[in-house]
């Protein structure tokens, strides 16, 4: 009889040390030290960086190189290898501790919420279900109940849960709206409506593109996304909604869900919820608010008025990894009703996850209520800094990134070059570099143009947007070390960059 091969992992083998040592909890010490050691040189570094462009195929080639070229056993572990790849990560990303960084929505995480998510890697615990992760889903059920209060449901009766990104929560909440209100759609399709009626959905004009996205992924096309129409202050003009829903009638469109921004993504306009929610009740339509960006206003007594009815919602979309600033994604989907967090996904048929003797344990999971099965324990660190340092965090910050944002439209309002495209309600400001003798033609190409090469210089971050159909140059406020005098740094750069453009120096050629 042959004897059975040695397995290349037998103790005392090469291969199986290596695999050990790659667990080794000293080894760990050693590796997290050297990255926390890099981190902190990145985070005490307040120059002014947007981000350093680097061409694929050169960051590809930089990429491959830090690459083991062994390829049939394990490598031996290379403490210089694994610093190069954080300081290539770093460098490449767009600097967001910078005050040079006021282009997105995401911010500068409180570095204390990124340790929270080291800490989630290494017990790597899995939250849509309670016996993954315990601390998580009652972490979840806590931060429902801490945040419920500034919405103002029924505390008995709402439900919140998470899932991976604004986008995600948008199409879940839409899935609810329709079983809700077609409750034979999800077992029939389209054929659930009488008389050849259409699905539909009514948003605003400037509502995120992932509604669209949504929307097709239901299966309801384009010209089933009835559009309402705008006021000069960027909000669903109210008195268009009802003769917008009446005319979608008249086309057989069945309107199920009316989606309302609480602070759009162009300029951060925030809907009025209270006359849009009194609509939707009288023609018995489910109302959304897509609040990823500024339902984290709610938390600021200041603030919060701007979301005023938003107790009269269905539900809200609440992305955290936007301006409750903790790594993404980090997004809570709120429901008025507990019932329909049971309503997006009606199937059951999954008896490796899904209980058949429902107990105290598994009354918390949420895999029958999110897309997700496996789903990152995304409110750890959020509920870690809310237990850390309380909601005064939060509408600290808030409050000061919307006044820098309105102090800043107001240094606009100094210079004539420059002209304001709103009055910011949140911390989102969009604007346009006009100098006398540009015509319209010219201004989009010359604000995409701006854009693009102060992005390439690398020492801001701005972003561009734009509104009534041309180019306008966005910035938005996440990091509270930037000041007037940077903003006003920003301006300098962009009158300098325009001006070469205008001078037709070599350069962009405005395309993005
Ligand atoms: C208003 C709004 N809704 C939805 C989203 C999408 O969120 P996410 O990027 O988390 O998918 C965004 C993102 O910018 C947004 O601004």
């Not at 694929?56 to 930089?62: I, K, R, S, W």
Request: with cysteine.
């Amino acid at each position: 009889m042959q004897p059975a091969p040695v397995s290349r992992l037998e103790h005392g083998s090469r291969q199986g040390r290596l695999l050990r040592d790659t667990f080794d909890a000293r080894l760990f010490r050693q590796t997290s030290g050297q990255a926390i050691d890099q981190l902190e040189a990145h985070l005490s570094d307040f120059s002014l960086r947007g981000v350093e462009l680097t061409e694929p195929a050169v960051l590809t080639e930089a990429a491959r190189s830090l690459m083991t070229t062994e390829t049939d056993g394990i490598a031996e572990f290379d403490e210089k290898k694994l610093a190069a790849i954080i300081d290539l990560y770093i460098r490449t990303g767009i600097q967001v501790h910078s005050p040079g960084y006021m282009g997105r929505q995401f911010s500068g995480v409180v570095p204390l919420a990124g340790v929270i998510d080291f800490v989630s890697s290494v017990v790597n615990q899995p939250s849509s279900f309670y016996e993954a992760g315990q601390l998580p889903n009652v972490a979840e059920r806590i931060m429902a109940d801490e945040l419920n209060r500034f919405i103002g449901w029924d505390p008995g009766t709402f439900a919140m849960l998470t899932t991976s990104g604004g986008s995600l929560a948008n199409l879940t909440a839409l899935l609810a709206a329709r079983n809700r209100k077609l409750p034979a759609y999800w077992s029939q399709g389209g054929s659930a409506l009488a008389g050849g009626a259409r699905p539909a959905i009514a948003v605003g004009a400037d509502v995120h593109y992932s509604m669209a996205r949504a929307a097709g992924v239901m299966g309801i096309g384009e010209d089933q996304l009835v559009r309402l129409p705008s006021n000069d202050r960027h909000q669903i003009d109210v008195d268009m909604v009802r003769p917008t829903l009446e005319a979608a009638e008249r086309r057989n469109l069945k309107v199920f869900c009316l989606v309302a921004s609480a602070g759009t993504t162009s300029v951060g306009a925030f809907d009025p919820l209270d006359e849009l929610a009194a609509i939707a009740r009288e023609k018995d339509i489910w109302l959304h608010v897509d609040g990823a960006h500024g339902a984290s206003l709610l938390v600021s007594e200041k603030l919060r008025g701007k979301l005023r009815g938003i107790d009269q919602a269905d539900s809200l979309t609440w992305d955290a990894h936007k301006m409750m600033f903790v790594p993404a994604p980090c997004t809570l989907l709120f429901y008025r009703r507990r019932e329909d967090s049971l309503g997006a996904f009606r199937q059951k048929k999954a008896s490796y996850v899904f209980d058949e003797e429902p107990d105290i344990y598994t009354e918390l999971d949420s895999g029958d209520k999110n897309f997700e099965c496996t789903k990152r324990p995304m409110i750890m660190t959020l509920w870690t800094l809310w237990a850390v340092y309380g909601r005064a965090l939060f509408a600290e910050k808030i409050e000061h990134l919307c006044q820098l944002a309105s102090d800043a439209h107001d240094m606009l309002l100094t210079e004539p070059d420059f002209t304001p495209v709103h009055r910011p309600e949140a911390n989102i400001l969009c604007f346009r570099y006009r100098p006398e003798g540009v015509g319209e033609q010219e201004l989009h190409r010359l604000q995409v143009a701006i854009r693009n090469r102060i992005k390439r210089g690398g020492r801001f971050f701005i972003s561009k947007v734009n509104v009534d159909g041309v180019a306008a140059l966005r910035v938005v406020m996440m990091n509270h070390e930037i000041t007037a005098g940077h903003f006003r740094m920003l301006l300098g750069e962009i009158r300098r960059t325009g001006q070469e453009l205008l001078a037709g120096s070599d350069g962009d050629d405005g395309q993005e």
